[in-house]
């Protein structure tokens, strides 16, 4: 990892009081996950949501099969949830059930465990909180968001109409979208991805290499990023299911 300062020590991380160490801290987490030169954005970002964006870069990054219309479904979801009540959530009943919506969800709970550990190693930087699923994400609710986004619906349907929510949405997207141009990483619509992708062998000079079923990046070490769509392990291992 590069860390301005150096590698600390896990002693240093989790023992060293001084005001300053939060700071490295902070440094440490984000080069795990090699978002380094996204902390300006991130550090803007308010509570919960800056677990999600680091995430959602993460992510983004690494698996090209990630579409617009998928980071649309997890930003709404996200903003909505905090307006939901438990029997709101109880009560939805997505119109069927879509298994990319499944797998996906599955992939961003995998991603917040991850950050759950990797806070805890670097000394809790950021509030526990803010990586529980319960405060940005909810099963049931990102169904609904992902099949009205894959339909085409308008931004302020996937808000319920809300429009201090569109403010926050367009924030937000636009933090994970400048960070992953820093990558090489444009993220498109469904639509264009088709196209732009076809035959396509991988992004110049960013380290990435085909795959099956999408484009990751090689040689991160995370073995929990290739078990989600578009990546090797999922195209082994999905005919499994039958």
Known sequence: ??????????????????????????????ACFNLSSSREELQAVESPFQALCCLLIYLFVQVDTLCLEDLHAFIAQALCLQGKSTSQLVNLQPDYINPRAVQLGSLLVRGLTTLVLVNSACGFPW????????????????????????????VEVLLEQNRSRLTKFHNLKAVVCKACMKENRRITGRAHWGSHHAGRWGRQGSGYHRTGSGYSRSSQGQPWRDQGPGSRQYEHDQWRRY
């Open 1 to 30: 990892m590069t860390v301005p300062g150096g590698t600390p020590s896990l002693k240093i991380l989790w023992l060293n009081q001084e005001p300053e160490m939060q700071v490295r801290r902070l440094d440490t987490l984000l």
């Open 127 to 154: 509030k526990m909180s803010d990586f529980m699923p319960w405060n940005i994400f909810d099963g049931k609710l990102f169904h609904q968001k992902y099949l009205q986004s894959e339909k085409g619906y308008a």
